[in-house]
Nanobody
Framework: QVQLVEGGGGLVQAGGSLRLSCAAS????????MAWLRQAPGKEREIVAA????????FYADSVKGRFTISRDNAKNSVNLQMNSLEPEDTAVYYC?????????????????????WGQGTQVTVSS
């Protein structure tokens, strides 16, 4: 089973940017749908962005559209999340997650429960 390790979190002022990275090991990610999810204190875990196995299709939560960009490099077995124009409401633990294997179409899952493999998370704090 694929193992995921996130990096790139930290403290940033509102309006700033961060780039999260997710490195996969033990298995190639090129047959997995990949996603970034987040969980803020006292809130349920929510999906932020997802990308199909071939990178041709993406999904973004309404709250991050136009600010966040998900990308993947199957050759490097990695997934990234570029976060711009950060807001205090973006403060959360961010998780990289995988669903699959999926070997057909440009499938994306929008439900957090579809993702069965998770990283340990990385904290993102946005100060006002």
């Amino acid at each position: 089973q694929v193992q995921l390790v996130e990096g790139g979190g930290g403290l940033v002022q509102a309006g700033g940017s961060l780039r999260l990275s997710c490195a996969a090991s033990r298995h190639t990610i090129n047959v997995y749908i990949m996603a970034w999810l987040r969980q803020a204190p006292g809130k349920e875990r929510e999906i932020v962005a997802a990308i199909s196995w071939n990178g041709r299709r993406t999904f973004y939560a309404d709250s991050v559209k136009g600010r966040f960009t998900i990308s993947r490099d199957n050759a490097k077995n990695s997934v990234n999340l570029q976060m711009n124009s950060l807001e205090p409401e973006d403060t959360a633990v961010y998780y990289c997650a995988a669903a699959g294997p999926v070997l057909y179409g440009d499938v994306i899952y929008q439900s957090p429960t579809a993702y069965t493999t998770w990283g340990q998370g990385t904290q993102v704090t946005v100060s006002s």
